[in-house]
Structure formats: structure tokens, C-alpha cells
Nanobody
């Protein structure tokens, strides 16, 4: 059974940092693209980042470029999203998702339950 479990969300002050984790089970994430998404209050879901499983290349949404970093630990079957210089507009529920295949452009088939990130003073 495929499962994705996010963790690491918290309340943090503007300018602060958080590291989100997404632990995968039921499939080897090294063979699939993994994406991070978020949905802020009253907003549509937004793509944050995605890592291609073959090349390891990573893309980022314009709003997080230079502040967020996606990494992967194949041994732990876990991916991470390091978020620095957090802003109030980064507030939302963050989700990870398993890609349909190795590419970030093939859509997503399984989603985690999400973890809440709140950036506020």
C-alpha cells in the first residue's frame, strides 16, 4: 500500500526556517518523481517544487526560488523540503505527491495528508 506522510510543519516567525519531511512507503521513491505542493487559506493549490527521479534535477516555483531546497534520501525513502527566509505568504498546508513516473511532467498518483505551515509574528 502506497503511503506518503508529511511532517515538520509548525508555527514560525517571518524570516525563520523549517524542514518538511515526506516519508514514503509501499514504493521506492528513487524511481518516481516527487512533488511538493501547498495550499494557502483561500488559495488554489500551488506547485512548490519537484524532483525528477532519474536526473535528480529539481524545479521550483517562482515564489520560492532561492529560499527552498528539495533533497532526497533514498536510503530512508524520504524527501525533504528545506524552507528558509519564510514569509507570511508561505503559510498553508504542504503536501508531497508521488509522480506517475520518473518525470515531473507526468502528473501525480498518490498524495500525503499534508502538514500545516504557519508563518506569523
Amino acid at each position: 500500500q502506497v503511503q506518503l506522510v508529511e511532517s515538520g510543519g509548525a508555527l514560525v516567525q517571518p524570516g525563520g526556517s523549517l524542514r518538511l519531511s515526506c516519508a514514503a512507503s509501499g514504493f521506492p521513491l528513487r524511481y518516481y518523481a516527487i512533488g511538493w505542493f501547498r495550499q494557502g487559506p483561500g488559495k488554489e493549490r500551488e506547485a512548490v517544487s519537484c524532483m525528477d527521479s532519474i536526473t535528480g534535477s529539481t524545479n521550483y516555483g517562482d515564489s520560492v526560488k532561492g529560499r527552498f531546497t528539495f533533497s532526497r534520501d533514498n536510503e530512508k525513502n524520504t524527501v525533504y523540503l528545506q524552507m528558509n527566509s519564510l514569509k507570511p505568504e508561505d503559510t498553508g498546508v504542504y503536501y508531497c505527491a508521488q509522480g506517475r513516473d520518473t518525470s515531473c511532467h507526468s502528473g501525480y498518483v498518490h498524495w500525503g495528508q499534508g502538514t500545516q505551515v504557519t508563518v506569523s509574528s
